[in-house]
């Protein structure tokens, strides 16, 4: 694993818009980042990334088995107790699920070591799946990369794949109502990515923004036009979903929820900590623990704390040596923390490098590499494409 300098392709920004990629920037800063790659080694990706991957989600499945039948589990996971018969029946209806994106901190050389799982609203699939694909093929076709060069990266195909199977199970001529927050242009760009896939499945894929799905006298969800929203793909966290005024609608809706339910066990820190219970000392996990429990003393004087319910590194601290030294501040200091193991991110070039390796169904389908100036990897981190080269 190495990053190799190059040459940003002439007219990139005018073909990213004229496909979509509107926030390549943002902010004024640059999203999108090929000034350089990461290359990887065949073996480094199928024995250090992909096995691991399937491995730890199928650990995470065995996870959410045991932690439906717990309410103790299910309470250290910070799921309300209104909710606890909709994550069960999601899970025991065997509700299908689509993506996930485990975060690896990765060298090269050790193990690759679980930062968190994030499988209910995993952003960056738009430039992992399609964006850095395009960048490979055209940097082959203008004599950029070797003809020999491949790329991790089945995300596409196999998430076709997956929504012609939730078309069979559970749509059938049903539409597939697609959403996300109204002021988010990155995750439009990513659900209408999704819904272009949907589309190419065979599927009805409608847009609607989160903040325009109504609720009927029936307690069913509903378009703009008052029709029934029969299937939901949301990009929009489940903990978010409870606390809404229509969370006690959820259990008696009829609609079919993408994520399902079953997916805010893993969608959250706390499982962090009782995964590793489950498998402690496993070569891909960190030790982590709840802030409250007493093993905490075996993590030492430097670890990283995390709020249970997070999203782009905002409120996690470092801690090393006793003293706090990075923290980014953010809106979740009110959810309960976990204590993680201190292991940082490789640093290649002055660059924190963190490897995002996705699930696709229950399979490893690909990588998108992010890279930041500081060791906790924020929203205003960079996207860096990535080949395979032995």
């Keep these: 694993m190495k990053r190799v300098t190059a040459i940003p392709r002439a007219g990139w920004k005018k073909t990213a818009e004229s496909l979509g990629f509107h926030f390549h920037t943002i902010d004024g800063a640059a999203y999108w980042d ?44 910070r799921i309300p107790r209104q909710q606890w018969d909709l994550v069960r029946d999601s899970w025991q209806r065997k509700d299908q699920h689509l993506y996930g994106r485990m975060d690896f901190a990765y060298d090269g050389h050790s193990a690759a070591k679980l930062y968190e799982y994030n499988a209910d609203t995993p952003t960056s699939l738009y430039e992992s799946a399609f964006f850095q694909w395009l960048w490979l093929e055209q940097m082959i076709s203008r004599g950029k990369l070797p003809v020999a060069a491949d790329q991790f990266n089945i995300i596409q195909e196999m998430l076709i794949e997956t929504l012609v199977c939730l078309k069979k199970r559970h749509l059938k001529e049903q539409p597939l109502y697609l959403a996300s927050c109204r002021d988010s242009a990155e995750d439009f760009g990513t659900v209408e990515y999704f819904r272009d896939c949907a589309v190419q499945a065979g599927i009805d894929a409608r847009f609607i923004h989160i903040e325009d799905i109504g609720l009927s006298d029936g ?9 029934s929203i029969p299937a939901l793909f949301k990009l929009y966290p489940w903990e978010s979903m409870f606390e809404e005024e229509y969370g006690n ?40 623990y709840f802030e409250d429990d007493s093993e905490c003393s075996e993590l030492g004087s430097s670890y990283v704390k995390k709020p249970v319910f997070s999203r782009e590194g905002a409120n996690i601290s470092v801690y090393q040596h006793g003293q706090k030294t990075e923290f980014v501040d953010g809106p979740y200091s009110d959810c309960g923390y976990i204590l993680q193991a201190y292991h940082p991110v490789p640093v290649f070039r002055g660059n924190h490098t963190l490897v995002g390796s996705w699930v696709i169904g229950d399979r490893s389908a690909g990588i998108g590499i992010r890279e930041d100036s500081s060791v906790i990897t924020k929203d205003s981190s960079r996207f860096l494409p990535h080949i395979i080269l032995d």
């Design 219 to 227: 307690c069913q969800f509903t378009d703009l036009d008052s029709n």
């Design 34 to 77: 090929e000034s350089a790659y990461y290359q990887f080694s065949l073996k480094q990706i199928e024995r250090d990334i992909e096995s691991p991957t399937e491995e730890l989600h199928q650990m995470c499945l065995e996870l959410v088995a045991k932690a439906i039948q717990s309410e103790q589990m299910l309470t250290q996971l």
């Design 249 to 288: 609608s959820l259990t008696s809706s009829e609609t079919l929820f993408v994520e399902p339910a079953w997916k805010s066990i893993l969608s959250n820190k706390a499982m962090l900590p009782l995964l590793w219970k489950e498998h402690k000392g496993h070569p891909n996990l960190l030790p982590s």
